[in-house]
């Protein structure tokens, strides 16, 4: 396994659209980086970068010490598990997975242990025999995973691997990925544009949009610390509320409503006294309470926990409250803020 | 991990038995060029018998019956290898039809007496023949001989074919 760093990265098309500005990162040896953001916000141009089949406009790419900006893809000693499998519909399961080490010319009694111990990690053991066509879908991501650690690569690199399954395989497949990556130990890149798979999946995330990288930090620091209003929106499920509001002294102005400020928030927006800001308030912050009153739209129980969807001073909000509640339509609940963010108006970032 | 007995025989398990396969095109191959060899002699009207005819039929089943073995070898079945052998066996015989009786017929035509085959043709032709009959053979013996390993191997381990 090896550590991974992309200096300055840029990639620029032929028809002069900038895919990816200046994007930095080190991955250190075994950690397990996801990229994650909307459709076309370059996360899979810098994958795809990585792994040789994008040309590097400008910048570096060094993995374990070696420069490999203009290396060819096979000398890069990487593998790559793409979304669609990518598997050969002729072969079988083990003549996939040794594929790509018969071509290495690798001694065959040494690909059969390669082989049948990737299959074993992975569970493949009877379907070794049968061809992709027989398997099901999350069978041939393993297969396209199998091939991958055959080659005992430096690099792994996931281009949104479990967008083809369902959801109920997309969970068990993740929680596999994860599996993998704890026994094998390896250096991973992984993009998904589904932050649930970020979460649960991630070492560290780097949030994009637009070919900007927005954040990178841990699952946590991109849940609790949002760097700014785009990170704040995308991760989080559902999506945080966002508000005008006006710094007045200790209170925040809403609308006409008054929420109140605790010391250490009023402090942090002092700077900001008399002007707007944008206020967030993810939905799970939104709890029983007396401050302000909610007008009920609509109501989606979800076993342990209620969306209550309404809105507040004439902006829609969305509560997740810890209950099994039922609230009629245009009914008011009354709620308080347990915790809330603030955000620049004109940076958009965080204060 | 489960311990793996027989690198050599686990390994079968899940690849295909390519030698005796290829071995199987060969004989294909030979046979091929044994017949174009005879067709396209043309001698008199020696060849415009019952007996050509005979050959075409049999020519076109031997490759049916060849390149069946081909498939059936490859996946370790012992009938084909026990076909094969036979197939083989028949390239052999095959050579007391056509190109022996060839070989020693003198035809008169136009005045003229012909030999039908000459020595060279005739060494041609058999060494195409022998040399099918024995990649067939060795086709299926190759192919026995692993799948009664393969056999006992998984006895031996315990799974199912």
Partial sequence: ??????????????????????????????????????????????LRMVAGLEDITSGTLIIDGKDVTAMPP????????????????????????????????????????????????LGLTDQLNKKPKQLSGGQRQR???????????????????????DAKLRGATRREILLLHKRLGATMLYVTHDQTEALTLADRIVCMSMGYVQQIGTPLELYDTPANVFVASFIGLPPMNFFDALV???TLEVEGLSIPLSEEEAGRLRPYDGKFITLGVRPENVDHGSDLAIKVSGCENLGQTTLVHGTLAGHKITAKLREWGSYAIGEELSVSFTRMHFFDKETTNRI | MREIKDLRLDRMRYTNNAISATLCYLAILLDALYFVSIYSSDVGNYYYSMTIGVSVVYNLVFL???????????????????????????????????????????????????????????????????????ACCAAGAICL?????????????GVEK
Avoid: W
């Fill in chain 1, 1 to 46: 396994m090896a550590s991974l760093s992309l200096k300055n990265l840029n990639k620029i098309y032929d028809n002069d659209v900038q895919a990816v500005y200046d994007f930095n990162l080190d991955v250190k040896d075994g950690e397990l980086i996801v990229l994650v953001g909307p459709s076309g916000c370059g996360k899979s141009t810098t």
């Fill in chain 1, 143 to 165: 297969v396209a995973m199998g091939r991958a650690i055959v080659r005992t690569p430096k690099v792994f690199l996931f281009d949104e691997p479990l967008s083809n399954l």
């Fill in chain 1, 74 to 121: 096979k000398d890069r000693d990487i593998a790559m598990v793409f979304q669609n499998y990518a598997l050969y519909a002729h072969m079988t399961v083990y003549e996939n997975m040794a594929f790509s080490l018969t071509l290495m010319k690798e001694n065959p009694y040494v690909i059969h242990e390669k082989v049948m111990a990737a299959a074993e990690i």
């Fill in chain 2, 64 to 134: 049916l019956v060849a390149f069946l073995c081909s498939e059936g070898v490859k996946n370790y079945a012992k009938l084909y290898g026990y076909v094969s052998i036979a197939i083989g066996v028949l390239q052999l015989v095959r050579i007391l039809g056509i190109p022996l009786n060839a070989f020693t017929s003198v035809i008169s035509y136009a005045g003229e007496e012909l030999k039908v085959m000459e020595l060279s043709q005739f060494i041609y032709v058999t060494v195409l023949l022998v040399l099918s009959a024995m």
């Fill in chain 1, 248 to 250: 007045s002294g200790d």
């Fill in chain 2, 145 to 157: 001989t692993k799948s009664y390993e393969l056999d006992a191997y998984r006895r031996e381990i």
